[in-house]
T-cell receptor, first 117, second 110 residues
Framework: GAVVSQHPSWVICKSGTSVKIECRSL??????MFWYRQFPKQSLMLMAT?????????EQGVEKDKFLINHASLTLSTLTVTSAHPEDSSFYIC?????????????FGPGTRLTVT | RKEVEQDPGPFNVPEGATVAFNCTYS??????FFWYRQDCRKEPKLLMS???SGNEDGRFTAQLNRASQYISLLIRDSKLSDSATYLC???????????FGDGTTLTVKP
């Protein structure tokens, strides 16, 4: 199956700093990637849709200036959590659609566990 | 009402049992349907796609009922390793934004 990687797998940072998370599709091209957040024992929450070459589409209630998304190539999307606060501590997961006809599944990266102290 | 609703859990079953999960969706224009499993502190992994009349993969069978707008997942001969949270996922169009159910937690006990 398709492989999606994320880096870093975990990060601890201090309040007020910014953290960049990378999402890469390793063996396929993805015009669309998605960023999710998941708090413990809760369901996945879609934050934004990342579109290659254009602006991301954010879900209601997600601050676009706080969660900066860049999808500069068909294999890489980045999420930057700016001025992180302890309440941003969460499990961030990206997913991607292979750019292949007839393939509609999403493939998820292994996630990044962010802890803000 | 949520766009995708799943059976509330948790399901606790003995090894070897058969267990079924249901999922309903509200958008009648939905095009594609999936079951994912998510282990604790891990990312979701695709378990099965459900495109038309359903499909079977070993001990797992997924069914789609477009008229009633629900999909189901049947697990036969449950194994301890089947313990996980099962997520129902619906796409409004084939390569678009997915809507996830809240998940159903299954625990298979010896």
């Amino acid at each position: 199956g398709a492989v999606v990687s994320q880096h870093p797998s975990w990060v601890i940072c201090k309040s007020g700093t910014s953290v960049k998370i990378e999402c890469r599709s390793l063996d396929f091209q993805a015009t669309t990637m998605f960023w999710y957040r998941q708090f413990p024992k809760q369901s996945l929450m879609l934050m934004a849709t990342s579109n290659e070459g254009s602006k991301a589409t954010y879900e209601q209630g997600v601050e676009k200036d706080k969660f900066l998304i860049n999808h500069a190539s068909l294999t890489l999307s980045t999420l930057t959590v700016t001025s992180a606060h302890p309440e941003d501590s969460s499990f961030y997961i990206c997913s991607a659609h292979p750019r292949l006809a007839g393939v509609y599944e999403q493939y998820f990266g292994p996630g990044t566990r962010l802890t803000v102290t | 009402r949520k766009e995708v609703e799943q059976d509330p859990g948790p399901f606790n079953v003995p090894e070897g049992a058969t267990v079924a999960f249901n999922c309903t969706y509200s958008n009648s224009a939905s095009q594609s349907f999936f079951w994912y499993r998510q282990d604790c502190r891990k990312e979701p992994k695709l378990l099965m796609s459900v495109y038309s009349s359903g499909n079977e993969d070993g001990r797992f069978t997924a069914q789609l009922n477009r008229a009633s707008q629900y999909i189901s997942l049947l697990i036969r001969d449950s194994k301890l390793s089947d313990s996980a949270t099962y997520l129902c996922v619906v796409n409004p169009y084939n390569a678009g934004k997915s809507t996830f159910g809240d998940g159903t937690t299954l625990t298979v006990k010896p």
